[in-house]
């Protein structure tokens, strides 16, 4: 009883502990007091936090990014999409029907190329005449460009490129009876043609800047015009075969066909912004608008905002807008020199016939579709390395113009026609990193006014493309000399390099600024 008594004494009376443990123990004590008051604290905070959203989510970030120093997969890392992921999204879905549109517009404008010859012998054309009739197409093309870009920002691009689509595809679908009827008609016919295919480079720039963010807007540029050109190569090469099947109005039948397909399918299968995709997976949909901050997204159009007429003044004021405007001028001017005259080139230098002639101007578009993507995906490369837009726009420009100047020089001078199409393989796959330069640049230095500042250039574009096509007919006739035009060109295309490279920037431009 005695030995119970002194236990429970014992139980009873406090634990001594050494000094240093005791001062162990008050430290721990200190601390839970401390973590219970923290966590009283995030409690008491947790209410309004989920109201905050925005708040929430910039604190699970910060938490993301804090832990992934203890990750051995870095959150920056997880946030690059890998290729399969990148090429097997719905913003790349987007950019393929793009690229699809761009395609059937260079096809529907590179068949009367080929059926210009058939035209010109059965009507008794001069060189000179049938100048003319293509550059019909470019009277149409003149006007739309700007009033498209208009509408482009206005009502944005799903809309806008349906449009288009389906009245070029109508007008392709129609020349074979304007052809028929009268010479009047058929260059109305190609007219609207132009008017139509003037909305496809704004309504694409625009789907591009709202779809992709700018670590990968040169590849979805890339992409897109990979289509434009393989157009071309499709056109070309199918033209030939079209009308030895279905006689001289062939293609157009088929063509029109395929456009009024593709109006469908972009109207059933695509969305004007990611946020209203149903298809679109979250991960994807958090990517893009995570990155809203790093790139110059083109927000959803609120009409009663947007003011009707642009500022053109205040547009034109600025030297980096020259800059795109003289870029447009001279990559259009060789685009459709290229594009109209390559086949009777080749038929008359090189004395071969159409089918073989179209062949050789096909393949430096099919070597240019490649091309683009290669150069798109090296310019977002640069960046992503750290090298400065501006310097990366201004690198892919240089190789885009003075690639093709240097090329044209040694095409001028070839001796039979596997050389020249060689030259003009290799100029054509230079100049498609242009659209790594002045195409995306349109984007960055005037998100709010890229379409209509595309349209702007568009029109430059298409004046220049105007006096080179009927130009080179009426330099071909006076001098008798083909080749030398090539070498005008050349000299061209350094100057617009030059010009190009002293007064372009990648940074956003202040339009605001009153005009002095």
């Known amino acids: 009883m005695a030995a119970l008594s002194s236990a429970v004494a014992l139980a009873a009376k406090p634990l001594s502990l050494p000094k240093n443990h005791r001062a162990r123990a008050a430290e721990f004590h200190s601390t839970k007091l401390q973590l219970s008051t923290t966590q009283l604290k995030f409690a008491n905070l947790s209410a309004p936090l989920r109201s905050l959203p925005s708040l929430r989510l910039r604190l699970r970030l910060r938490v993301s990014s804090n832990d992934a120093r203890f990750n051995s997969a870095p959150e920056e890392n997880r946030e690059q999409p890998s290729f399969a992921e990148f090429i097997t999204s719905e913003r790349v879905k987007v950019v393929a029907m793009l690229a699809l549109a761009l395609a059937l517009c260079n096809a529907d404008r590179v068949v009367m190329s080929v059926a210009i010859v058939p035209l010109s012998l059965a009507n008794g054309w001069t060189r000179a005449f049938a100048g003319i009739v293509q550059s019909s197409f470019l009277w149409g093309y003149l006007a739309s460009p700007i009033a498209g870009g208009v509408l482009v920002d206005i009502y944005g691009g799903k809309v806008v490129m349906a449009w288009g689509v389906a009245l070029w595809s109508l007008a392709t679908f129609l020349t074979p009876w304007a052809a028929q009827t009268s010479l009047l008609a058929l260059l109305a016919v190609r007219a609207?043609?132009?008017?139509?295919?003037?909305?496809?480079?704004?309504?694409?720039?625009?789907?591009?800047?709202?779809?992709?963010?700018?670590?990968?807007?040169?590849?979805?540029?890339?992409?897109?015009?990979?289509?434009?050109?393989?157009?071309?190569?499709?056109?070309?090469?199918?033209?030939?075969?079209?009308?030895?099947?279905?006689?001289?109005?062939?293609?157009?039948?088929?063509?029109?066909?395929?456009?009024?397909?593709?109006?469908?399918?972009?109207?059933?299968?695509?969305?004007?912004?990611?946020?209203?995709?149903?298809?679109?997976?979250?991960?994807?949909l958090e990517y893009i608008l995570n990155r809203k901050d790093k790139s110059f997204m083109v927000e959803t159009p609120k009409p009663k905002k947007v003011k009707v007429i642009p500022p053109f003044r205040k547009l034109l004021s600025k030297l980096p807008t020259w800059s795109l405007i003289v870029a447009n001028a001279m990559h259009s001017w060789g685009f459709f020199?290229?594009?109209?005259?390559?086949?009777?080139?080749?038929?008359?230098?090189?004395?071969?016939?159409?089918?073989?002639?179209?062949?050789?101007?096909?393949?430096?578009?099919?070597?240019?579709?490649?091309?683009?993507?290669?150069?798109?995906?090296?310019?977002d490369m640069m960046i992503q390395s750290g090298i400065s837009v501006t310097l990366t726009r201004k690198i892919m420009q240089s190789i885009g113009f003075v690639g093709p100047g240097l090329c044209l020089?040694?095409?001028?001078?070839?001796?039979?026609?596997?050389?020249?199409?060689?030259?003009?393989?290799?100029?054509?796959?230079?100049?498609?990193?242009?659209?790594?330069?002045?195409?995306?640049?349109?984007?960055?230095?005037?998100?709010?006014?890229?379409?209509?500042?595309?349209?702007?250039?568009?029109?430059?574009?298409?004046l220049a493309a105007i006096i080179g096509t009927v130009g080179a007919g009426f330099f071909v006739e006076l001098v008798g000399s083909f080749p030398g035009f090539l070498l005008l060109t050349s000299l061209l295309y350094f100057l617009a390099a030059i010009f190009y490279c002293l007064f372009s920037t990648g940074e956003r431009v202040n339009f605001d600024d009153p005009v002095v």
């Open 337 to 379: 020199i290229v594009l109209s005259w390559m086949p009777i080139y080749f038929s008359t230098v090189y004395r071969v016939d159409l089918r073989h002639a179209a062949w050789f101007s096909a393949v430096p578009w099919a070597v240019m579709a490649i091309m683009n993507y290669i150069a798109g995906l090296w310019s």
């Open 409 to 462: 020089i040694g095409l001028a001078t070839a001796k039979n026609p596997s050389i020249g199409s060689a030259w003009l393989t290799f100029a054509f796959g230079l100049k498609s990193f242009s659209h790594s330069g002045f195409l995306v640049n349109l984007q960055e230095i005037a998100p709010q006014y890229s379409g209509v500042l595309h349209g702007m250039s568009n029109t430059a574009g298409t």
């Open 192 to 284: 609207l043609l132009g008017v139509a295919e003037g909305v496809a480079l704004p309504s694409m720039n625009n789907m591009v800047a709202r779809w992709f963010p700018q670590t990968e807007r040169s590849r979805a540029v890339g992409i897109s015009m990979a289509g434009f050109q393989l157009g071309c190569a499709i056109g070309l090469t199918l033209s030939p075969i079209l009308m030895s099947q279905g006689g001289m109005f062939g293609p157009f039948v088929i063509f029109g066909l395929s456009g009024f397909l593709w109006v469908l399918v972009w109207l059933s299968a695509t969305s004007s912004t990611p946020d209203r995709s149903p298809q679109i997976s979250k991960y994807e």
